[in-house]
């Protein structure tokens, strides 16, 4: 660790400055930072060069990190299984296996232990390339070197068949799973639940909602969402309310995309009461609406006829708020109350916004202004895309 006047040069400083050449897509720079750690009087060890390698993996610069490992593995920095693995990884991220199943090789005829990161590293490459059966022959390997595939093992395959729409081997998978005690994590779970919903199948995606919660993988807001954006998109206002109120029971705390897709779909059929209810509802729970929120609110309201009183209501509670709302919410509720004949309302709401502490809502008042340009548009065009539910 080399000290200055002002700070110490410790060797986490560096794994910062890879991190950020790699994002900034200088990969070469990345790797002369690394280069350069010994004029800083720190000895580079494994530990960096796998920060270094991850960082430019990460940003899917995996080429200039194989180049530089290849230079450097027979140094004394002692690349370890899990130095291979960050590259076996990479490879697969960029969807070319034969880079880690080469990787792989060569770690099995180095005689070192390999790990089960590295298997499933491999695994995973092979997978995302679309080599599933070689991904499978090479899973019935490790148990002939004695080592035991985990649930990320199994769950490398349900992703790999939910990719390729192909359900049955997932739950093919999931049953395998099943007999060796082993409990996939609630991102793999949402992902069969997912393309269920996708393929009509909402009763197998409750049932294995159901079968989450009695194996200990508790669902999280995005399990629900999944089954709600189908009985939003097929409007079932019983069925998504009630699946509300089940979350409710879970424990599980509902977010704004809940919230959205549900306002959205009562907004669209015209059960202008549920929607009420649903936004109190909210604040009985303690959420409090983002701008999209707002936004589902007016945009949904300005597309119905009769309804620019309510769309104005809710556009004065965001500014009350303190929200900034998009340019075309702004644009969108000025249009609807000029073409109406309701200059002056939008004018109002100008002078409120301008008035507002914040800085982003009083240049956004100028947006809210009369477009004299629209009072003449006929009616016609203002109502064009409007129901009349």
């Known amino acids: 660790m080399r000290k200055t006047e002002s700070c110490e040069i410790s060797r986490q400083i ?12 200088f990969p070469g720079d990345a790797i002369r930072a690394f ?10 060890c494994v530990d960096d060069l796998d920060q270094l390698l991850y960082a430019l993996c990460k940003r899917k610069h995996v080429r200039h990190a194989q180049e530089f490992f290849d230079r450097v593995k027979d140094s004394d920095l002692s690349p370890n299984v899990k130095t291979y693995s960050i590259l076996m990884r990479g490879w697969g991220d960029i969807g070319e296996s034969g880079g880690a199943q080469k990787l792989f090789d060569e770690v099995l005829k180095s005689g070192c232990m390999v790990d089960l990161l590295a298997w499933n590293s491999v695994l995973d490459a092979l997978c995302k390339d679309g080599k599933v059966d ?55 779970y949402n992902c069969i639940i997912k393309k269920l919903c996708k393929n009509d199948k909402v009763d197998e ?5 159901d079968e989450m919660i009695e194996r200990g993988a508790k669902p999280d807001t995005w399990s629900y969402n999944s089954i709600l954006a189908y009985h939003c998109d097929h ?6 309310l009630k699946l509300i109120s089940r979350m409710d029971r879970d424990a599980c705390q509902p977010d704004r995309h809940t919230y959205n897709m549900v306002l959205k779909m009562l907004i669209r059929i015209g059960r202008f009461d549920r929607v009420e209810k649903v936004w109190y509802l909210m604040e009985e729970r303690g ?45 969108l509720l000025r249009n609807k109350l000029i073409g109406l004949g309701f200059a002056e309302q939008a004018d109002i709401l100008a002078d409120k916004m301008e008035r507002s502490t914040s800085q982003s809502i009083q240049e956004a008042a100028n947006l809210m202004r009369s477009n004299r340009a629209l009072v003449g548009m006929r009616t016609e065009e203002v109502f064009s895309d409007e129901s009349d539910e």
Request: proline share 5%; net charge neutral; with cysteine.
């Open 35 to 44: 280069n350069r750690m010994v004029e800083f009087g720190i000895r580079p």
């Open 14 to 25: 560096f794994w910062i400055v890879f991190r950020a050449y790699s994002r900034a897509n």
């Open 287 to 331: 959420f409090y609406p983002a701008v999209s929120t707002y936004a589902v609110m007016i945009h949904g309201l300005c597309k119905k006829r009769g309804k620019h009183e309510e769309a104005y209501k809710y556009f004065e509670m965001m500014i009350d708020d303190g929200i900034p709302p998009y340019t075309t919410t702004c644009e």
């Open 235 to 240: 409007t079932e206002v019983n069925k998504a």
């Open 134 to 188: 070689e991904a499978y022959e090479l899973l019935r390997g490790m148990r002939h070197k004695g080592l035991e595939p985990d649930a990320y093992s199994y769950s490398i395959f349900i992703h790999a068949s939910c990719d390729a729409n192909d359900l049955h081997s997932a739950f093919r998978v999931l049953d395998s799973m099943k007999r060796y005690n082993l409990v996939p994590n609630v991102f793999t």
């Open 205 to 209: 995606a409750y049932e294995l909602l």
